[in-house]
């Protein structure tokens, strides 16, 4: 990638951005069909990234629980499983399209906000012995904000079935280490895409975006001067948007589960000219740095 150069010249404080695109090629293949005749596997649920101008949002999980697919066949037909309607799910623990198995979980409030740059929470694990089709969040009563002067606010959840939340499953959101018979499944609570201020009160509507580390990209960089609190922005014409803070210790930051393409980057902070990145290519794997500087501005 060639190296972008914007120089805009308003003060003599250096404002150093360096982008790293995360580079890999690989695939990530279910490797146990629901018809083999190896042992269950083990998953892992991991929430992550979540990043929001708030100085805590507190989401109140009572319970997750993942469903297995019931088809006895060899293949996962996504599809079908796209049939499967939620709005009746919490009415029976098994259906024709899978069966609903607690990850044991402990109920507790997370801080969403914590799950940035990288940091992500193990939510729980569980066998199974196919795939998994969907995972669902219980949500209590509990959940809050706190805004920028410390004051804390109720958190109303509004969800298509009251307190339960859906994340369907696909292959893409799968990483599964054969070896170890192990499968990982990350979800990032989308914050800035979930909370809205409406007649007075704070509202969730959970955006929640599954992701495989095999399957899409990342995207991490550094900017200075250090102690600056900058957001960063990735967005295609797509409608597809992720963002991250940077850290205030040393200006990093780092933005996970991105599709593959074509992106613009934008980075902003209070009292500096923001910096436009063009056709920044993002593709899938895990993350090598390539340690190309890709912009650099005086501001």
């Known amino acids: 990638m060639k190296t972008l150069v914007c120089l805009i010249r308003k003060t003599s404080i250096l404002f150093l951005l360096i982008v790293s695109v995360l580079l890999i090629f690989s695939s990530c293949e279910k490797s146990i069909k629901p018809n083999s005749k190896s042992p269950e596997k083990k998953v892992d649920i991991y929430l992550s990234d979540a990043p929001w101008n708030f100085k805590n949002v507190y989401i109140d999980i009572l319970k997750v629980e993942v469903k297995v697919d ?8 996504d599809d079908k499983d796209d049939k499967d309607d939620d709005d009746d799910d919490h009415k029976q623990k098994k259906d024709d399209y899978g069966e609903w198995k607690d990850i044991g979980l402990t109920a507790q409030r997370v801080d969403v906000l914590k799950l940035q740059n990288g940091v992500e929470l193990l939510l729980g694990s569980t066998t199974i012995p196919t795939e998994i089709e969907k995972v669902r969040f219980t949500l209590g009563p509990n959940s809050s904000v706190v805004d920028s002067l410390g004051t804390t606010h109720p958190l109303t ?11 369907k499953i696909d292959d893409d959101h799968c990483d599964d280490d054969s070896i170890r018979n192990l499968q990982n499944i990350r979800i990032d609570f989308v914050v800035d895409q979930s909370i809205f201020y409406e007649n007075g009160k704070y509202v969730l509507r959970p955006f929640m975006r599954p992701f495989g580390e095999l ?40 933005i996970r589960g991105i599709k593959p393409g074509s ?3 934008l980075i902003e ?11 920044v290519q993002i593709k899938r794997g895990k993350p090598i740095v390539t340690g190309k500087q890709i912009g650099r501005a005086h501001v």
């Open 157 to 167: 959840i509004v969800t298509r079935v009251p307190n339960l939340l859906y994340v």
């Open 215 to 254: 399957k899409f990209g990342e995207l991490e960089g550094e900017i200075k001067p250090e102690g600056l609190k900058a957001k960063i922005t990735v967005s295609n014409t797509q409608g597809d948007k992720y963002s991250a803070y940077t850290e205030k210790k040393d200006g990093k930051f780092r």
């Open 269 to 279: 902070a209070t009292g500096k000219q923001s910096v436009t990145l063009k056709d």
């Open 263 to 265: 992106y613009t980057v």
């Open 70 to 77: 019931s088809d006895s066949s060899s293949v996962d037909d």
